[in-house]
């Protein structure tokens, strides 16, 4: 009996050693979550936006139904916080129950962007700015909970995920009937004002302890099918992904002045506009997965199609969970500094 005892627990030291210690520790004490749609969980549940899918078929391949997810399953920061070894989702900053806080929160919030006008002909969005201002009312929350003196130890060890920039593009400069920007400024200028602004916030997150930063580019937006079929083509929208590899260029950049500005810190970029994984198998007559309304999202309680790893999208805007796992596991391990720079996240913890 003895013996089988220790038989058991030398298989289960392999086995977790094997696969990312899934019964110890995470990699990181914490994980904080900054971004739109992509990354969102639950923050725009109550707001009032036409930019919310708590409802079927979203969710249909996450264990708890919708839950504000826009996608079938999992997100990408999900199954990033899978990689890292939490055993738990991130909460959303709107539904935490106050325990869970200390190892992280997720402010996303979808149709949100770094400007703060972002999406807004939506209805209410949580921007960029305002994230920051929950994550503010947290970390004097956590203050409370671990004592004022361990809190900056802790919160310079979490990682710190920020994936938002899409929507300035698809919620705003590409309206010009409901925004201004695209009358203000061309590709370049404007790609250099939101990553300015975004240095910013970037730094006032670095202010609040913040030390270890996962920066997302965005992916080539004019394929997103929405924006294909609002120009009535078959072909990506080469303007917009153009403008999006404006902005990637200066977040990059950005990284690059950060880490010699603030030695203390670590960024680091993921190029997700040239992500692929050829072990995918997509069926490029049927992009989506679900049917749509005119605003692009799934029509509530309709039947979503049978085999969603076939489909790189769920509705016309957000990829299924098959696309949101080959961009977690490149982003946290790959040996491609053109996807991952300088290092991929399962270095970027270890640090
Ligand atoms: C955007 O909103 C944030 C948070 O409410 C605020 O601090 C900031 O000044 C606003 N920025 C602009 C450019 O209006
Ligand atoms: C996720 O991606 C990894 C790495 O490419 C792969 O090994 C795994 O099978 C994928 N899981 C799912 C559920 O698609």
Same mark, same amino acid.
């Given at each position: ?7 058991c627990l ?8 094997a696969t990312?210690c899934?019964f ?31 409802y079927?078929?979203?969710?249909i391949?996450f264990?708890?139904?919708p839950?504000?997810?826009f996608t079938?399953g999992r ?8 990689l890292?070894?939490f ?6 900053y ?10 992280g ?15 807004t ?5 949580i921007?960029?700015g305002?994230q ?14 671990v004592?004022?003196?361990e809190?900056?130890?802790h ?9 938002i920039g ?6 705003n ?7 201004p920007?695209?009358g203000?400024?061309n ?11 975004h240095?910013?916030? +970037? *730094?006032? =997150?670095? #202010? ?9 580019g965005?992916?080539? &937006? ?9 120009h009535?083509k ?6 917009e ?9 200066? +977040? *990059?950049a =950005?990284? #690059? ?10 960024f680091?970029? &993921?190029?997700t506009?040239?992500?692929?994984d ?12 679900c049917k749509?309304?005119s605003n ?6 309709e039947?979503?199609c ?6 790189p999208?769920f509705?016309e ?5 098959v696309?949101?796992?080959a ?16 290092m991929d ?7």
């Amino acid at each position: 009996m003895d013996c089988e005892i220790k038989l058991c627990l030398v298989i289960i030291f392999l086995f977790s050693s094997a696969t990312n210690c899934v019964f110890g520790e995470p990699q990181v004490p914490c994980l904080f979550i900054f971004g739109d749609s992509l990354s969102d969980s639950g923050n725009n549940n109550d707001e009032s936006t036409d930019a919310k899918v708590n409802y079927k078929p979203y969710g249909i391949d996450f264990p708890s139904g919708p839950t504000g997810r826009f996608t079938n399953g999992r997100t990408s920061v999900d199954i990033l916080g899978d990689l890292l070894g939490f055993d738990h989702y991130i909460p959303p900053y709107a539904n935490t129950n106050g325990a869970d806080i200390v190892q992280g929160v997720n402010y996303a919030s979808g149709a949100a962007g770094i400007r703060n006008e972002t999406g807004t002909h939506l209805g209410q969005d949580i921007s960029m700015g305002m994230q920051l201002e929950h994550h503010r009312d947290i970390v004097s929350q956590i203050a409370k909970k671990v004592g004022s003196e361990e809190v900056q130890q802790h919160l310079n060890k979490c990682l710190y995920y920020v994936n938002i920039g899409s929507n300035d593009y698809l919620n705003n400069y590409f309206l010009p009937e409901y925004y201004p920007s695209n009358g203000k400024y061309n590709a370049d200028q404007y790609a250099v004002a939101l990553v300015e602004e975004h240095s910013t916030y +970037l *730094k006032a =997150l670095h #202010d609040l302890g913040a030390r270890k930063f996962s920066l997302i580019g965005l992916g080539t &937006i004019g394929c997103v099918p929405h924006e294909m079929i609002r120009h009535g083509k078959k072909l990506c929208v080469e303007e917009e992904s153009k403008a999006a590899l404006l902005f990637n260029d200066k +977040l *990059k950049a =950005l990284v #690059d002045r950060f880490n010699e500005e603030l030695p203390d810190a670590k960024f680091i970029f &993921i190029n997700t506009a040239i992500m692929k994984d050829d072990s995918l198998k997509f069926d490029m007559m049927n992009l989506i997965c679900c049917k749509v309304g005119s605003n692009g999202q799934c029509i509530p309680n309709e039947e979503p199609c049978k085999d969603r790893k076939m489909h790189p999208f769920f509705d016309e805007f957000h990829p299924t969970e098959v696309l949101n796992n080959a961009t977690a596991n490149m982003a946290y391990s790959s040996p491609d500094p053109a996807f991952v720079y300088p290092m991929d996240i399962s270095h970027l913890v270890k640090l």
